[in-house]
Each structure stands twice: as structure tokens, then as C-alpha cells.
């Protein structure tokens, strides 16, 4: 089930870190591969060749790319150990709208108020604060949004706390 | 078999509600259809049950409200596990893989189709049908690698990527009659030509997708919406 486990990653990309932290999470050990996003590798050009971007997952040799996907597939792989999507199946697509919600708004908001001024940049401050609202909303009086352990949405979220 | 509780709020122009509607009749549940209009202000029920996009569609299970057609159509698939099709494939990997291109549908293709729809400029318009061109001929490539030789990304049955490409087959054909072009062509894409017949003429697809001249006609209607709400206000 181990088998060999290689992430193409750089270590400020808080979607590499997903996939890092699901994998500390459920201490499964794995080859950590620093990317020269200037001047990438041939082998990640070769295992992501649709958005030649990182985080890749390689296991046994083959490419799962795209974060959310990864930690996903780690989760399903690596299901006996410190599950973090929730088995209701309710529960579970409330997790990933959240998780969507992340991708959607968090990410491009918080490039917008980091790339841009004026009042493009406070339009998207306003916004961003809702959104967090929402995800406030969403956590409640919860430890985790995962409940009393880590979760989907936290493993999602919580990496764009340092950015 | 009749179920109790189920419900899809949508259009029927709305490809993301015709996934919904495919993965229900795939597995033969029963649902109430709530027509929401695209063209009025949106309804009450829409906006309680989906207040943070306020969007289409919105699939109700037990008055639980599930947003997000691949979420839904995940749900959908992990609540009706007796029937003999399975939206997604069991193994892990397969499963990734199915994700990877469901995604790849709706971040990359979808928005390169609707920039082609409400272009406004000959320039703007000319970008987005290379984009869309392009990205045919890359999920002719997905194709070879997903099906196996078979029929359908899922391999023998209609799997999720088949689902996320084959709703926009409707809005495919209508926005390349707009643009004088098939943009799934037989000489770039000639696999997922025959994929898409095989797509449209399926038991639990033929009734959901939309007649194309009354998908044309919404479409200027709605094309027109946009670009107002777009227009920059004096």
C-alpha cells in the first residue's frame, strides 16, 4: 500500500501544503521534492503536462495532480490511519462545497488584495472578510471544522493562514 | 422505485442541472423537477437553500440542500450504491484520475466555452474558440487514456467525466453554430465525435439533453442578460 511516494512541491505553496500536512497527519513517509517553479523539471513537466504546476503526487510512478485531489486519494489510500473526510455522506459533500468554497473565493481573493490597490484591493478585502464570516459561520463552536480532530476543510484552509 | 424527499431545483438549459438529472436516471431515482427561471429574479427557495452562490442546482435529499453539481453528482453516487452503475470508479487511483478531468471540464473547458458564448469583441471571441479548440484535443488525449478502448470515459458505462463533458454537448453545438465552427470536429477530435453520439443517444441522457434551436433561442436571451449586467453603468 506504501509503495514509493514522491511530492513535487514548493514550500511556500500553501496547496503543496495540503498534501503535506495529510501526510504528517496520517505519518505516512515520502520523498519531498523541492521545484524551481523558473525553471521546473523535466519530470514535472512530464506528470502534470495539462497545468505543468505543483503539488504532484507521484505513487508508484503515477501522477495524481491538483491538491484537493490528493488529498483525496491519500485519504482513500491511507484510510485506516486519522481519517479526514467524514464517512456521512452528507457530511461529506458539505465538507467538500466547503472545500470548493476555499478554492473558489480564499485563493483568488487573496491574490487579488495581494496583487492589486486602490479600489480593486478594497473591494476584495470587503469580500474576503465575508467570506471568512462564512467559514466562521461554518466552524460554530467546533475545535476543527473536521470536529474534535482535523479535517478535509481545515487541511484545505489552513495553509493560506501564513499568506 | 419511487423516493420519497428527492428534489432537483434547475433549468433545463442548465447543463450543471443535467448532470444531476443524468446521475438520477443512471440510477433509476425518482425526483420532483422545481424549474427555477434564468431570465426572472431568483426565486425564494433558491436563495434560502443556496445563500452563498445563489446558483443552480440545488439537489435536495430529506430537506438536506447539497450544492455544486460534482458534489452532488459524488453524493448521489455514495447514497444509491445498489444499482449496478457507478458514477465513479472504485480504485483510488481511478478515482483521482476521474477528478482530474471532471476538474479539468469545469475549470479550464467550461469558462473557455462561456468566454466564446458572451464575447463581445471579434478579438475576444477568436481567443476563446482557440482556447475551446484546444481544449477538445485535450480531452480527445483523456479520452484514449480513460476509456480503454471502450465507449465511455467510464470504460463500459457512463462514468463522472462522462457526465461533467457530455451536459455541455447541448450548449457545445449551439455556440459552434454561432461561431460557424463544429468545435468538436471529426478531424481533430474524431473519438470524442463518436463518443458524444454514444453520449447523447444513452438511456438516461436522450430525455435530459435540451432540443438545440430552443437552447439557441435561451441562449441569445441569456447571452443578452449578461452582457447587460456586464455593461458598465453611467
Known amino acids: 500500500m506504501a509503495g514509493e511516494l514522491v511530492l513535487l512541491d514548493f514550500w511556500p ?77 452528507y457530511q461529506r459533500a458539505v465538507a467538500r462545497f466547503w472545500v470548493d468554497f476555499i478554492d473558489k473565493k480564499i485563493y483568488e481573493l487573496g491574490s487579488k488584495i495581494w496583487k492589486t490597490k486602490g479600489e480593486e484591493q ?20 467546533k475545535t476543527y471544522f473536521g470536529g474534535e480532530s482535523l479535517g478535509y476543510v481545515d487541511v484545505a484552509l489552513v495553509p493560506f493562514y501564513s499568506w | 422505485m419511487a423516493e420519497s424527499n428527492v428534489k432537483v431545483l434547475g433549468t433545463w438549459a442548465s447543463p450543471f442541472v443535467m448532470r444531476v438529472k443524468i446521475a438520477l436516471h443512471l440510477k433509476s431515482v425518482r425526483y420532483e423537477d422545481v424549474e427555477e427561471d434564468l431570465l426572472a429574479p431568483k426565486s425564494e427557495l433558491l436563495l434560502k437553500s443556496n445563500p452563498v452562490y445563489k446558483k443552480i442546482p440545488v439537489f435536495f435529499h430529506a430537506h438536506n440542500p447539497i450544492c455544486e453539481s460534482l458534489i452532488i453528482l459524488q453524493y448521489i453516487d455514495e447514497v444509491w450504491t445498489t444499482s449496478a452503475s457507478s458514477i465513479l470508479p472504485s480504485d483510488p487511483y481511478e478515482r483521482s484520475q476521474s477528478r482530474f478531468w471532471a476538474a479539468y471540464v469545469d475549470d479550464k473547458f467550461f469558462p473557455a466555452l462561456r468566454r466564446l458564448l458572451i464575447g463581445a469583441t471579434e478579438e ?3 481567443a476563446a474558440l482557440e482556447e475551446v ?10 479520452f484514449g487514456e480513460l476509456s480503454k478502448g471502450k465507449a465511455f470515459f467510464g470504460g ?13 454537448l447541448g450548449w457545445i453545438e449551439v455556440i459552434g453554430k454561432q461561431c460557424e465552427t463544429k468545435l468538436v470536429s471529426e478531424a481533430k477530435t474524431p473519438r470524442l465525435v463518436q463518443w458524444a453520439d454514444c453520449f447523447s443517444a444513452h438511456e438516461a441522457v436522450k430525455d435530459v439533453l435540451p432540443d438545440v434551436d430552443k437552447l439557441a433561442d435561451f441562449g441569445l436571451k441569456l447571452r443578452a442578460k449578461i452582457l447587460k449586467a456586464l455593461a458598465p453603468t453611467n
Open chain 1, 13 to 89: 505553496s500553501p496547496f503543496g501544503m495540503r498534501s503535506r500536512i495529510a501526510l504528517a497527519e496520517k505519518g505516512i513517509p515520502y520523498e519531498y521534492r523541492e521545484e524551481d517553479l523558473r525553471n521546473k523539471s523535466d519530470l514535472l513537466l512530464q506528470m502534470n503536462p495539462v497545468h505543468k504546476k505543483i503539488p504532484v503526487l507521484i505513487h508508484n510512478g503515477k501522477p495524481v495532480c491538483e491538491s484537493v485531489i490528493q488529498v483525496q486519494y491519500i485519504d482513500e489510500v491511507w484510510h485506516d490511519k486519522a481519517p479526514l473526510i467524514p464517512s456521512d455522506p
Open chain 1, 122 to 141: 478594497a473591494n476584495a478585502k470587503k469580500e474576503f472578510i465575508e467570506c471568512l464570516k462564512l467559514l466562521e459561520g461554518e466552524l460554530g463552536d
Open chain 2, 124 to 126: 475576444d471571441k477568436k
Open chain 2, 133 to 142: 479548440v484546444e481544449g477538445t484535443v485535450v480531452l480527445e488525449g483523456a
Open chain 2, 156 to 168: 463500459d458505462n457512463i462514468g463522472f467525466v462522462d457526465i461533467a463533458l457530455g451536459s455541455l
